[in-house]
């Protein structure tokens, strides 16, 4: 028979048995990662890093200073990260390095427009502005990034950290694709600060969510000759015009825009002909970004656990595009929510893309918190079907 164990001993085997259930539960709580991400220290720290990139913003693939910025951030938080993936992008890695693993997304990149809001940390870069939100989910993601670091020990797997270059247009998530960024990766959430969704509330939807988007190029022939002789005249101006007529009317006023609809044969009710080319090669389209349904009962119920039920909200598609949706092409399972900030105590808020656009700093924490307990609570749900001997994404 063993000797008893000494009473000091048998003391620390007790607060030993109890740490650790109660650091994991940490991770496990949404609401107390919300009230950690509110604390003061936090909360000053996450608008120093939004009011700093807000100052230097930066277009597509030209994000040096933010991605520098991040990585000072997550090397004084001691993350370790890959850097550089399409040009700026930052790859970083909490965890145990091994499966599951599942990632979080920021875009970085600003907008060339002038800003008109006059405030003490109005844009710097003449002609260049953040006008869409980026520098808050750039400071969200850190934020997840200090939580998750704050009990990485307690973490049941991998959490990947994208800093991504290029949304506006550049489709910079299909150049973090193509650069490995995301390899074998088992769900991927991101989101957007919302203009129009109150503060403190989160909102999505299952299945189509952002519209898919693309450019186009239309030539339309026709026959010339002299101007006194237009019958014998094919007139392509009159034949184009009549096809922008058409495409207003009977797209926009005629249907439903949710609705996909085909214009075809316009030029040539004209007796014009036409060739149209998508420039897919150069402006690669954006696919609808669609939501898994499982990953949206998921964010259901950790977003009520986080804010209540009645502050979670269905989302009506929007007829914006978002490259995001070029995740579902490597990963199995996406998902892409909304944090509210409107608050009308603060006066009329400006829309996305707009001059006057205004980031109401209180929606940080819920961003930060929100993807720290998806990410945490991912882990947790989906051990059975990690395979314990497989290192995916080779960051660690």
């Known amino acids: 028979m063993a000797a008893a164990a000494p009473p000091l001993l048998l003391a620390l085997a007790v607060l030993a048995t109890f740490a650790l259930p109660a650091a994991r539960a940490v991770l496990e709580d949404p609401a107390g990662l919300l009230r950690r991400a509110k604390e003061p220290a936090f909360m000053d720290w996450m608008v120093g890093v939004r009011r700093r990139i807000h100052e230097n913003p930066e277009l597509g693939y030209e994000e040096f200073e933010t991605s520098e910025l991040v990585r000072r951030e997550l090397d004084a938080m001691g993350i370790p990260y890959k850097h550089p993936f399409a040009v700026t992008g930052v790859v970083a890695t909490i965890g145990t390095g091994g499966p599951p693993f599942v990632a979080l997304r920021a875009d970085m990149d600003a907008l060339a427009m002038q800003e008109s809001v006059e405030w003490e940390h109005k844009s710097k870069v003449p002609g260049k502005m953040h006008g869409c939100g980026h520098d808050a989910h750039v400071a969200m993601l850190l934020g997840s990034a200090k939580i998750l ?45 919302a203009d129009v969704v109150p503060v403190g509330v989160l909102a999505s939807r299952p299945g189509p969510i952002m519209a898919g988007s ?49 214009i075809v044969s316009q030029a040539s009710v004209q007796r014009c002909s036409a060739t149209v080319d998508f420039l897919d090669k150069d402006r690669p389209f954006f696919p ?39 995740y579902a092409e490597a990963i199995p399972s996406t998902y892409y929510y909304f944090v509210g900030m409107y608050n009308k105590t603060r006066g009329p808020q400006a829309p996305h893309h707009s001059p006057y656009f205004t980031i109401n700093e209180d929606s940080l924490p819920y961003g930060a918190a929100m993807q720290a307990s998806l990410a945490a609570r991912y882990l947790v749900e989906h051990q059975s079907s990690a395979s314990p001997d497989v290192n995916k994404n080779g960051l660690s």
């Open 288 to 326: 609808p970004t669609i939501n898994s349904p499982e990953l949206h009962d998921f964010f259901e119920k950790v977003a009520s656990e986080m804010v209540g039920a009645r502050n979670v909200r269905d989302k009506q598609p929007m007829m914006g595009a978002e490259d995001f949706a070029f």
């Open 214 to 262: 693309g450019f186009f190029e239309a030539v339309i022939s026709g026959k010339g000759g002299h101007a006194a002789l237009p019958h014998h005249t094919i007139d392509p101006i009159l034949a184009a015009s009549n096809v922008i007529v058409s495409l207003q009317q009977l797209v926009s006023r005629e249907a439903d825009p949710l609705d996909s609809q085909v």
């Open 149 to 193: 670091q704050e009990h990485g020990d307690e973490l049941q797997g991998t959490v990947i950290l994208v800093f991504q270059p290029a949304e506006e247009g550049g489709a910079g998530a299909k150049k973090m694709i193509e650069a490995g960024a995301i390899e074998n990766i088992d769900a991927i959430f991101g989101l957007h600060v």
